[in-house]
């Protein structure tokens, strides 16, 4: 079993900038890629962005490319998401995730990673 605790998250203002933990713990035998995801109420979770196992791409959605940035230390099994520059409409409960693999491209669909963070809430006030 592998746990993802994600840490970070909190109320900011437009404009202001959040970084998003995601610390991996338990049985990781194999490498993995990172995805990180958002949902609102009523919505689907929604694909943020991603990293590949050895942390040498990383891939974003449209909404967020060049705000947000994403990495990862594997010596510490743990996962980055800084966001600047942030919206209103960034606000959200952001999950990590982790899809085991040598993953190059980190999946854009939710079903394909093994698990998941408990997810921390991001609030962007106008």
């Known amino acids: 079993q592998v746990q993802l605790v994600e840490s970070g998250g909190g109320l900011v203002q437009a404009g202001g900038s959040l970084r998003l933990s995601c610390a991996a713990s338990?049985?990781?035998?194999?490498?993995?890629?990172m995805g990180w995801f958002r949902q609102v109420p009523g919505k689907e979770r929604e694909f943020v962005g991603g990293?590949?196992?050895?942390?040498?791409?990383?891939y974003y959605a449209d909404s967020v490319k060049g705000r947000f940035t994403i990495s990862r230390n594997n010596a510490k099994n743990t996962g980055y998401l800084q966001m600047n520059s942030l919206k209103p409409e960034d606000t959200a409960v952001y999950y990590c995730?982790?899809?085991?693999?040598?993953?190059?491209?980190?999946?854009?669909?939710?079903?394909?990673?093994?698990?998941w963070g408990q997810g921390t809430q991001v609030t962007v006030s106008s």
């Open positions: 995730a982790a899809q085991f693999g040598i993953v190059t491209i980190p999946a854009r669909v939710p079903s394909l990673y093994n698990y």
């Open positions: 338990g049985r990781i035998f194999s490498p993995y890629g």
């Open positions: 990293i590949s196992w050895n942390a040498d791409r990383t």
